[in-house]
């Protein structure tokens, strides 16, 4: 990028090489300023000189800070903290594999055979809950390849697949208002910390902007049956088959109509969400452990609905996309799995029983908070 009057980000402590913003400084340098706008000539003022040389200089000092300085001071103030949490352009690559050993299935979930309901969930706990934890930015680079388009060759794909419009949109389009951002199936009002659980790679999937601010927090499920509210598509940018109202947020079934991609997406969803109630369901920072629920609450950290996501999980099986993003996420970047896209059949051990039938309700299916 070459200098102009506009930019400003030398003085700022900035610099930007067509790839990267840097932080070189966090505080301007006044003197630096002046130079840089003489040299761009974005003022008529006499060329810089030290004080001694100049007396009025000082009163010159004091008239810029007022007018010029001040206000490209709080500029760069922005500059910084656009460029602390900047979603870095190519090259998208994955990280050297781990020597950690998830990626042996069998032997990863052993000791849970024969378990059901709560020892189940906790036994899962213990397996999954240890490991690595991702900085906000580095969640970036890894949707650019988990989410990849092009499955096979993630690193080579200029694009990525977002979660709600089922849309292939540009990588380069990351934390841009008309492009995509990192979703939380999981809100965070829901009882997410600051710690691993915010970023969570099971947890997160590129998605629309304008798309990812309808959803905002709600919870899944599709239109109440009597609701008079409820929108289909829930966005204008999501797929057609999306649906949502006042509280509950429904994503797309199934695209048939694209033609390169035949995706669903609602039981991965299910299945990311199941995983967060397993891996933050004990030992939660500040006690806001997380469960699913029939009746999701803020306030409880209930996310639902639990009977739905159970008829998801069932409905869509895992996918071969959403197995070799469980498998990435195991060898390259957390080092643990999601036991839900793994063995699907554990969702209906943890939350869901027979009970015997009666005559009003025969051979009746309940589900148990957790």
């Known amino acids: ?12 402590g900035l610099k930007f090489d067509g790839h990267k913003l840097q932080l070189t400084r966090v505080r301007p340098n006044l003197w ?15 060329q810089p000189a030290s004080p001694e040389s100049h007396p009025q200089l000082n009163s010159v000092l004091l008239k810029w800070t007022s007018r010029i300085i001040i206000p490209i001071y709080l500029f760069c103030i922005s500059l910084v903290a656009v460029a602390i949490d900047y979603p870095y352009p190519p090259p998208h690559t994955l990280p050297p594999p781990s020597t950690y050993g998830c990626d042996d299935v069998s032997r990863y979930y052993s000791g849970v055979e024969h378990l059901k309901g709560k020892p189940l969930k906790k036994k899962l706990y213990s397996i999954i809950s240890s490991h690595r934890s991702l900085s906000y930015k580095e969640v970036w680079n890894a949707l650019k390849i988990l989410d990849a388009a092009n499955v096979d060759q ?44 915010l970023t969570d790679l099971h947890n997160i999937r590129p998605a629309d902007v304008n798309v990812n601010s309808s959803r ?43 033609a390169i991609l035949d995706l669903q ?15 933050y369901g004990y030992n939660q920072p500040g006690g806001h452990n997380l469960r699913l629920s029939d009746s999701p609450s803020i306030g409880n950290r209930e996310m639902g609905l639990l009977s739905t996501l159970l008829e ?16 990435r996420i195991c060898k390259f970047y957390q080092n643990n799995r999601n036991p839900f896209v793994d063995h699907p059949e554990y969702a209906n ?16 299916a309940t589900t148990t908070t957790r």
């Open 1 to 12: 990028m070459q200098c102009h009057c506009g930019y400003l980000v030398v003085g700022c």
């Open 32 to 46: 630096s300023l002046i130079k840089f706008m003489k040299k761009n000539r974005c003022t008529n003022i006499t």
């Open 154 to 197: 993630p690193e080579a794909s200029p694009e990525i697949v977002e979660i709600y419009s089922l849309r292939v949109v540009s990588k380069d389009l990351a934390g841009n208002p008309q492009g995509w951002n990192r979703e939380h199936l999981w809100p965070r009002s829901y009882g997410l910390s600051n710690g691993a659980s």
């Open 216 to 258: 905002g927090n709600k919870y899944y499920g599709e239109c109440r049956a009597a609701s008079t509210r409820c929108l289909k598509p829930a966005n204008k940018e999501a797929a057609l088959d999306t649906e949502t109202d006042k509280e509950r947020w429904a994503p797309p079934v199934k695209l048939q109509w694209f």
């Open 265 to 279: 997406v609602r039981g991965d969803i299910a299945r990311a969400v199941m995983y967060m109630a397993v891996s």
């Open 312 to 327: 998801w999980n069932e409905e869509d099986p895992p996918s071969r996309e959403e197995m070799l993003r469980n498998e």
């Open 349 to 364: 051990l943890i939350w869901k029983h027979r009970i015997p039938p009666n005559p009003s309700h025969p051979n009746r």
